[in-house]
């Protein structure tokens, strides 16, 4: 066995004491964070799923927890009780909190509206006009803005009956049209047995109310204190969904790994659905403009929601967002 210098032994030992040392003190440097989801884990989430298991807030210096939300969650309350730092929501909903609480917006990813309202062609509609004097299941809160906007500027009489988590008012024909997200409920209805053509499809985001919805928010303390914090969240989370829509079925894997732990049931096929159709909301995938939100689409939602009197007065923009912008 060949011997080797004292000293180099010694040099040896220096290093690996200099590498044990160094790592937990690496770990220490991260700026733990918590971001709560307005929803129980699916592949609506697959970005922030991605951005945690590749280690992307990680390298970004973030120790995050990422907590799941679900009917008996809100996210604002969570900002507001301190239980977490950022939260997801919709771009109305963080409008409205607005008014009662000091949030700001610093990062914004569903930039096409994918709420929608679903009809059979049995039922002889095939346009958003045809819906005057049907009775339309709304769920509540930011989900009923677009259709209760819509119907008033059209001045049109329609029956809303509240809408659960559940289509079988549906599809026993005990309303015409039911509320629905196209990555979500829309599909759905396939698994309970109609086919695609049997479905009318209507997108508000076909009718000029294109509401941008899954954001990042934060109070407004959070990004004053720690502005490069709230910064390096929005970019670890922007390559989170780039990599998970160049790697679907990894994402999915993740997915699915969530949904079993939380015992949420699902099927692969319906996760699958729902990343592409995130994709399609999201995307393009390597568009620069990923996670900022646009002056555009901000002055027509603050507009809307105020002429229809879901506001009581908007914020200028550079009040509310407070993300990248180009």
């Not at 590749?54 to 900002?79: H, Q, R």
């Amino acid at each position: 066995m060949t011997k080797r210098p004292l000293g180099f032994t010694a040099f040896l030992l220096f290093l690996i004491a200099l590498t044990v040392g160094t790592l937990p003190a690496q770990a220490a440097e991260r700026d733990k964070a918590r971001i709560v989801l307005q929803w129980l884990p699916q592949a609506q989430f697959s970005g922030f799923y991605m951005a945690q298991d590749k280690g992307f807030y990680a390298e970004a210096g973030i120790d995050l927890t990422i907590i799941s939300g679900g009917p008996d969650v809100m996210a604002s309350d969570y900002l507001k009780e301190g239980k977490a730092e950022f939260a997801t929501m919709f771009l109305t909903t963080g409008l409205q909190k607005h008014e009662t609480m000091p949030i700001v917006n610093i990062g914004q990813f569903v930039q096409r509206s994918a709420l929608m309202l679903i009809a059979k062609k049995s039922s002889g509609i095939t346009s958003f006009a045809d819906l005057d004097g049907r009775k339309v299941g709304l769920w509540a809160n930011e989900f009923e803005i677009q259709p209760r906007a819509f119907f008033h500027q059209k001045n049109m009489n329609v029956t809303v009956v509240p809408q659960t988590s559940s289509l079988d008012l549906f599809l026993r024909g005990g309303v015409d049209a039911a509320s629905g997200m196209w990555y979500n409920e829309y599909h759905t209805l396939y698994s309970y047995g109609l086919d695609e053509d049997e479905l009318v499809p209507l997108f508000f985001s076909d009718v000029g109310l294109n509401f941008p919805e899954d954001g990042i928010y934060c109070l407004q303390k959070t990004v004053t204190t720690d502005p490069s914090l709230c910064r390096r969240l929005v970019e670890a989370t922007v390559r989170g969904w780039k990599y998970a829509f160049a790697h679907k079925e990894e994402a999915l894997q993740s997915v699915m790994r969530r949904m079993r732990e939380a015992n949420v049931p699902t099927n692969t096929p319906h996760q699958r659905w729902m990343l592409a159709r995130m994709e399609d909301i999201i995307a393009p995938a390597n568009d620069s403009t990923m996670g900022m939100l646009r002056w555009v689409d901000y002055d027509r939602v603050r507009k809307t929601l105020l002429k229809e009197g879901f506001l009581k007065e908007g914020p200028p923009f550079g009040d509310f967002y407070k993300g990248k912008i180009r």
